[in-house]
């Protein structure tokens, strides 16, 4: 990494937006991330986040930065500032504020800072979707505007990954079972009408963590407006959030009681994602749960 031509990069950018110029001390490489190359900046007045990527990935970056600062705007869930993002010939990168962050922390709190974020009054006619499609990992997530929930999950999540799964080798059965239960996804609503949330979009417990005051931090989100049970669904499926987040996310926004049937529905999402990038196991487990949730819809009707 050339620091000095990055630095002088980062000051320009950072000139434009009326923010101060920084000086790099010293950086050094943090693990952790899927994705990204991440480093911690040290400057002489505070310490940087510098996640970098070859170039190529600089709509992801540009993507992570407008939803960091959508999150900011909501004023609920604590996520770092973002600063700057830009590329040069073979890098692209995102400079943001450095946060210390530990597992240790009140995870009561962090289910009430979601449900505050969930919660946050919208106009009742705030549509479902995004102004721009984002990214879910590396894969690309469509986000047109919908009045329509159900439309906006099948037209929008699961399609386009059952899509991908044929290009990366999944059994074209997979892809027509899929495509029949977004036919019958109207069945899991039929008393339930969710509101469009602001969403973290990606909460697994690799993307939230706390500061060094022990406050709930969110990092690494993929926003759009959504039903809220999504967060939640994903939570539960590689787990790593306590019993009291759930607790903490209930005092302030109770579930709709039907949402245990909507998890794995939910989850289907993250399971066909998580085969788009990493292929093995996630294949079976998403026709399990294609062939459950088509099997709940027949038991029931
Ligand atoms: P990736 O996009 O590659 O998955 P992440 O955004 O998850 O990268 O960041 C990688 C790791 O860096 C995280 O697991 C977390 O420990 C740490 N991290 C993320 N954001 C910050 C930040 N703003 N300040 C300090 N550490 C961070």
Redesign the pocket.
């Known amino acids: 990494m050339n620091w000095q031509a990055l630095s002088k990069h980062i000051n320009t950018l950072l000139s434009e937006k009326n923010l101060p110029a920084i000086q790099i001390l010293t950086a050094h490489a ?9 480093y ?1 900046l040290h400057t002489p007045d505070k310490n940087y ?1 510098l ?1 970098c990527a070859p170039k190529h990935h600089l709509p992801i970056l540009q993507a ?1 930065h407008h939803n960091l600062t959508a999150i900011q705007n909501s004023y609920t869930i604590t996520c ?1 500032t973002p600063y700057v993002t830009g590329a040069d010939n073979s890098t692209a990168w995102l400079l ?6 530990t597992q240790q922390g009140d995870d009561a709190q962090r289910g009430r800072d979601l449900a505050f974020m969930h919660h946050q009054i919208h106009s009742n006619s705030q549509p479902f979707g995004w102004f721009e499609d984002n990214f879910i ?1 590396q894969n690309r997530q469509s986000n047109q505007w919908s009045n329509d929930w159900v439309q906006f999950y099948g037209q929008h999540r699961l399609q386009p990954q059952l899509e991908m799964s044929q290009l990366n080798g999944a059994p074209k059965s997979l892809y027509q079972k899929g495509i029949q239960l977004i036919e019958r996804l109207p069945f899991w609503f039929q008393t339930y009408q969710p509101k469009a949330s602001l969403l973290h979009g990606d909460l697994w417990s ?2 939230s ?1 706390f500061n060094s005051e022990g406050e709930p ?1 969110f ?2 989100p993929a926003c759009y407006y959504g039903d809220r049970e999504t967060d939640l669904a994903m939570s539960e499926l590689f787990g790593g959030f306590s019993q009291q987040f759930y607790s903490g996310y209930q005092e302030i926004f109770p579930l709709d009681s039907g949402y245990p049937n909507r998890k794995k529905l939910y989850q289907l999402y993250h399971i066909l994602n998580h085969f788009n990038l990493f292929g093995g196991a996630y294949l079976q487990q998403a026709e399990q749960y294609i062939q459950q949730l088509l099997q709940d819809s027949t038991d029931t009707q």
């Open positions: 943090i693990q952790g991330g899927d994705t990204h190359q991440a911690q986040f996640k992570e770092p943001m504020e450095f946060i210390s962050l990992g690799g993307n963590a931090v990092f690494d």
